[in-house]
């Protein structure tokens, strides 16, 4: 059965660094992956997905992510935070006709 | 585009109260979902519905847990008798397919409380 990972419970970062969330799938083919953010009060909103091709995608507000199939790894990137992007990012993995498998989320704080 | 929509947004009620949550799901989508959050177990499947038939309700946790989807525009997930343990927020989310290449897009959600 497929399963996902994230390692990182919460993060902190300064604004304006950069940002790195780790997720890291168990699925034996190729998975579909994605990533989806959730601001206080609010349900997941998808940033990015994964289905083939290029290894790098691009999502919305400024995220990327890539597919590492070597590392089992999707992990989300940003070049610059804002204060905005605090919120509880949720790595998902889809296979077969199941419905997607969520990870137990990265919530992330900013300081200034 | 009108997004899934989730009713109430809050609900507080006494225990053993009959609760009822609601959701309407984007047009065209065909499959619905209902997640259940909370700070302990994250965010749990309890049941998903593929063109309105229920489909995996082994994430339901109780008898005192039901849901229904009578058409496609509509589901309902109803907790009767409710208790303390049953507060947390319920997600619904619909997608064009239940299949793994189907994104799910989320409603607002339901923040319960039993007291």
């Known amino acids: 059965a497929q399963s996902v990972t994230q390692p990182d419970i919460h993060i902190t970062v300064s604004e304006g660094a950069s940002l790195e969330l780790r997720c890291n799938y168990s699925y034996g083919a190729t998975p579909y992956l994605f990533w989806y953010v959730q601001s206080p009060g609010q349900g997941l909103q998808l940033l990015l997905k994964y289905f083939s091709g290029d290894t790098l995608v691009q999502g919305i507000k400024g995220f990327e992510a890539e597919f590492k199939r070597s590392q089992s790894s999707f992990n989300l990137r940003k070049p610059s935070v804002h204060w905005s992007d605090a919120a509880e990012y949720f790595c998902a993995v889809g296979s077969g006709n199941t419905p997607l498998v969520f990870g137990k989320g990265t919530r992330l704080s900013v300081i200034a | 585009d009108a997004g899934v929509i989730q009713s109430p947004r809050h609900e507080v009620t006494e225990m053993g109260q009959e609760v009822t949550l609601r959701c309407k799901p984007i047009s065209g989508h065909n499959s619905l979902f209902w997640y259940r959050q909370t700070m302990m177990r994250g965010l749990e499947l309890l049941i998903y519905f593929n063109n309105n038939v229920p489909i995996d309700d082994s994430g339901m946790p109780e008898d005192r847990f039901s849901a229904k989807m009578p058409n496609a525009s509509f589901s309902t997930l109803k907790i009767q008798p409710s208790e303390p343990r049953d507060s947390a927020v319920y997600f619904c989310?619909?997608?064009?397919?239940?299949?793994?290449?189907?994104?799910?897009?989320f409603g607002d959600g339901t923040r319960l409380s039993i007291l």
């Open positions: 989310a619909s997608s064009r397919t239940g299949g793994r290449n189907q994104p799910q897009h």
